[in-house]
């Protein structure tokens, strides 16, 4: 098992509480869509387990790889091998895009990147989600349209290779063309990895090709459903109405 989640409850910096008792096991290679109405704590669940200081932990465990994280620091979490794109990426002046992965490998390898190999790499993987090379060059994300930061953090994803990655609603406010190149770059990480994905998402388009092994249906901050891949598409047409109740 790559991730044990066991009763986790956690709530803000004011004591307002939003996961209650939520418990998820994800294995190895295994994809997870974690779906719910607004406010439900997706995005909480997501922030919880990357450690976000934010959001304080008050029972419960997270195991990962078979080692207690639950107070580990972000940067730990991180340089164990989880990733999370963002729903809304920062703008990071003064480091470029190219600079700033080759530096998140050598923190999470502990080794000196070797500049050729990564250019390559990262050329390859900018034409597979149809990015202008020039990007790579550019401050981290500044300037950016939306879509383009979104591929930024699949760009990330695929030269990271994390044992486990969270997709904070990465398809959120993306044309159909945006989402297709952010699939495929998914797409591209399952065949290149056998990590594990939980994806958070409000719509469908981005699982489309993908084989997804549990859909998770979250409710005020507990996980009221889990089902197969069809559970995503019977919400898809029936919505969360019933799970509400």
Same mark, same amino acid.
């Not at 149809?130 to 953090?153: C, H, I, Q, T, W």
């Not at 990480?189 to 489309?208: C, D, P, Q, S, V």
């Given at each position: ?7 986790? =409850? ?9 996961? !209650? ?6 294995? *190895?290679?295994?994809? %997870?869509?974690?779906?719910?109405? =607004? ?7 997501? =922030? @919880? ?6 959001? %304080? ?19 730990? #979490? ?20 190219? !600079?700033?992965? #080759?530096? @998140? ?11 050729? *190999?990564? *250019?390559?790499?990262?050329? #390859? ?6 990015? !202008?090379? +020039? ?16 591929? @930024?953090?699949?760009? *990330? ?22 989402? #297709? ?5 998914? +797409? +591209?990480?399952?065949?290149?990895? =056998? ?6 998402? %409000? ?12 859909? %998770? ?18 919400? !898809?047409?029936?919505?969360?109405? +019933?799970?509400?109740?």
């Amino acid at each position: 098992m790559l991730l044990d989640v066991q009763n986790l =409850n956690a709530g803000l910096e004011d004591g307002k509480q939003i996961l !209650n008792d939520l418990n998820i096991k994800i294995d *190895q290679g295994e994809t %997870h869509v974690l779906m719910g109405p =607004n406010g439900a704590g997706k995005s909480s669940l997501g =922030n @919880a387990l990357m450690g976000n200081p934010v959001y %304080h932990v008050t029972g419960g465990k997270i195991i990962f790889k078979d080692e207690d994280i639950t107070k580990a620091s972000t940067d730990k #979490r991180a340089k164990s091998g989880m990733f999370m794109s963002f729903q809304s990426p920062l703008e990071v002046p003064g480091i470029s895009l190219e !600079n700033f992965i #080759r530096s @998140a490998i050598q923190q999470k390898t502990g080794e000196r990147v070797k500049l050729f *190999q990564f *250019q390559k790499e990262l050329q #390859r993987c900018m034409e597979l989600l149809s990015m !202008n090379p +020039e990007y790579a060059k550019r401050d981290l994300n500044v300037g950016f349209s939306g879509g383009e930061r979104k591929k @930024a953090e699949i760009l *990330q994803l695929l030269m990271l290779k994390p044992d486990f990655a969270i997709l904070d609603e990465t398809d959120s406010g993306l044309d159909v063309d945006a989402i #297709r190149f952010v699939a495929k770059g998914i +797409e +591209e990480y399952r065949k290149m990895t =056998n990590g594990a994905l939980l994806i958070i998402t %409000h719509t469908t388009k981005i699982l489309e090709g993908l084989n997804v092994d549990y859909t %998770h249906i979250l409710v005020k901050g507990h996980i009221v459903k889990t089902g197969d891949g069809q559970l995503f598409k019977e919400i !898809n047409e029936k919505g969360f109405e +019933e799970f509400v109740k």
